[in-house]
């Protein structure tokens, strides 16, 4: 009897299928709210901020072509002062000694100037590219555009205060002069114009002194130091005559004096800071 009664009660399974029936359900729609969110997260990703930087970009590049142009400019102006001076050389040899190292001076000083701005155009395009290489990241990764952009930011801050200080320069015409290295007197930079006369220490950031004529400047030039300065007169088309005199002035009270040529537009002393590099 005990074996009929086990044969009429078998065990049933159906609860333990309505359990699985339940978990792989509630997995099927936990996977498409998952799904869903992916898709709407994608959809919704900060277009905007890519235009933005995009825009930047082309500013940037824009800079850039704004640099080479100076660097340009920079070249034709060394064509123009050898041209000028192939022009004058026989004119100044005949009223004074010709200083070929003087010449070879200032033609050192603006290719150094002209390599800065190449330079300056070379790192103005790296860092376009560095920029270029952050907004294809910022594309990638939605969660880190807030810092890129700031980076990107400073960048075109960093890029736009170099043109600034490259647009003053060829604004106001000035030709640099850097200190030679193993120089034991300071060079003193005099620039003889119509209106009077400058002079500045050369390295120093300083006004520069100005006298109405060449008689006080050599008035004043006469109590400086004969073994600690030297001077280095600036000669432009019109200030030949007075040149000659400073000159012949100077050499006589013991001075060591040297001379270079300006055009008629061009200056290297700042009203403010004398004959500093920028």
Not at 129 to 142: G, I, P
Not at 144 to 170: G, H, I, M, P, Y
Request: proline letters at 3%.
């Amino acid at each position: 009897m005990s074996r009929r009664s086990h044969a009429s009660n078998p065990i049933s399974l159906l609860w333990f299928q309505d359990i699985i029936t339940s978990v792989l359900g509630i997995m099927i729609l936990v996977t498409l709210f998952l799904a869903l969110e992916m898709i709407f997260n994608r959809q919704h990703s900060p277009d905007i901020q890519t235009r933005e930087i995009t825009q930047k970009l082309k500013e940037a590049a824009a800079q850039s072509a704004e640099v080479q142009a100076a660097v340009e400019a920079n070249r034709r102006q060394i064509d123009a002062l050898r041209r000028q001076l192939a022009g004058q050389e026989t004119e100044l040899l005949q009223q004074v000694r010709y200083d070929s190292d003087q010449l070879q001076r200032q033609l050192r000083d603006l290719e150094a100037l002209n390599q800065l701005l190449a330079a300056e155009l070379s790192d103005a395009d790296s860092r376009r590219r560095a920029a270029q290489a952050s907004r294809d990241e910022l594309t990638q990764k939605d969660a880190s555009r807030d810092a890129d952009r700031q980076t990107l930011e400073q960048l075109s801050r960093e890029v736009q205060e170099k043109l600034a200080e490259l647009k003053k320069l060829r604004t106001a015409n000035r030709v640099i002069f850097n200190l030679s290295q193993g120089d034991a007197k300071t060079p003193w930079l005099v620039e003889l114009s119509a209106a009077g006369v400058q002079a500045a220490p050369v390295g120093k950031r300083a006004r520069p002194e100005t006298f109405p004529d060449i008689r006080a400047f050599l008035a004043w030039a006469r109590q400086r130091s004969r073994a600690a300065e030297h001077f280095v007169l600036l000669v432009k088309p019109a200030t030949i005559r007075d040149f000659i005199q400073a000159r012949s002035a100077l050499k006589a009270a013991g001075f060591d004096v040297g001379f270079d040529l300006l055009a008629s537009d061009q200056t290297a002393l700042d009203p403010e800071h004398g004959a500093a590099t920028p």
